[in-house]
């Protein structure tokens, strides 16, 4: 099993022809402009990162909700990078993305058929080696208990949002991901969060992981501090063998290795080497790991 950080939110999941992306960010608008002036995707940048690797095969583009920093670059990386690829996201997803994008048909929903901690979902498929199974989880605040561009879009658009407002976050999923062997049973199952969750959010199912707990858990320290028992809670929920960070670093800023982390993130850590005592990491940016299947 291959994992590779992009950045961000960004990830590729890979085993033999098997090929899973979940939303990367490449575009990186400042902090300044993100505030005060429109902001767009970058496509040669876009393009310059994202053409590193090979993921014209892959079956699916993993949305965990719309802000521009998760939504924003997918079309470029649909259209250029991965055309055979559906987007997983929700309703807000799907019309945000609307019909100016070119990619807006290729949005499958998942806001009726996402599990929880007692629910299960509905499983997926794409392709014969790949299942996900979405989970309705939640955006926590980003600082004193207020959440930016909070909102869910009803209409489809048909023009590009211009304004980092625009970008509303819809229903938050996360996503359980398996691939499979050939008899069907599990190789390896990841969970991928990204944004904090005040647990019970973004639960896996407790009856699929009593059955399987997770091989690899990335969650997300970005702003762990604004809820209560995160990480420590999914720890709980997932029993991950291993745990991964994402969206840890400034992404205000070109891409960049190594990168600065949040300046919360030694707390994050602390927190979760109380209750994990397995292997962690907090990835720089083009990281790959490679982890035996079973």
Request: hydrophobic residues 40%; aromatic residues 12%; proline residues 8%.
């Amino acid at each position: 099993m291959r994992l590779i950080y992009l950045g961000t939110g960004g990830w590729i999941f890979e085993r033999g022809d098997d090929q899973v992306i979940a939303a990367p960010l490449f575009s990186n608008p400042g902090l300044v402009k993100t505030g005060l002036l429109p902001i767009q995707s970058d496509s040669d940048v876009v393009d310059e990162f994202m053409s590193r690797y090979d993921v014209s095969e892959a079956h699916v583009i993993l949305v965990g909700h719309a802000h521009y920093d998760h939504l924003m670059d997918v079309p470029r990386v649909a259209l250029e990078h991965a055309p055979r690829a559906r987007i997983l996201g929700s309703r807000t997803v799907k019309n945000t993305l609307g019909s100016w994008s070119g990619v807006g048909e290729r949005v499958d929903e998942v806001n009726d058929l996402a599990g929880d901690q007692s629910t299960v979902g509905t499983w997926l498929s794409y392709g014969p080696g790949v299942r996900v199974m979405a989970l309705r989880s939640f955006h926590a605040p980003h600082f004193e208990g207020y959440t930016l561009f909070k909102g869910t879009r009803v209409r489809s658009l048909k023009a590009e949002p211009r304004w980092a407002t625009e970008w509303l976050d819809g229903t938050t999923h996360a996503y359980l991901i398996d691939f499979l062997n050939p008899d069907e049973s599990v190789a390896f199952r990841i969970y991928y969060q990204d944004a904090v969750a005040p647990p019970p959010f973004g639960f896996a199912p407790e009856a699929v992981i009593r059955e399987r707990p997770v091989d690899a858990a990335i969650l997300v320290p970005a702003t762990f501090d604004q809820v209560d028992w995160h990480p420590e809670a999914f720890v709980e929920n997932l029993q991950p063998q291993r745990v991964l960070m994402g969206h840890w670093e400034d992404f205000f800023s070109p891409p960049v290795s190594p990168a600065d982390p949040l300046s919360n993130f030694a707390h994050f850590e602390s927190r979760l080497e109380r209750v994990f005592d397995g292997e962690w990491w907090k990835p720089e940016l083009w990281t790959e790991f490679r982890f035996p299947t079973h």
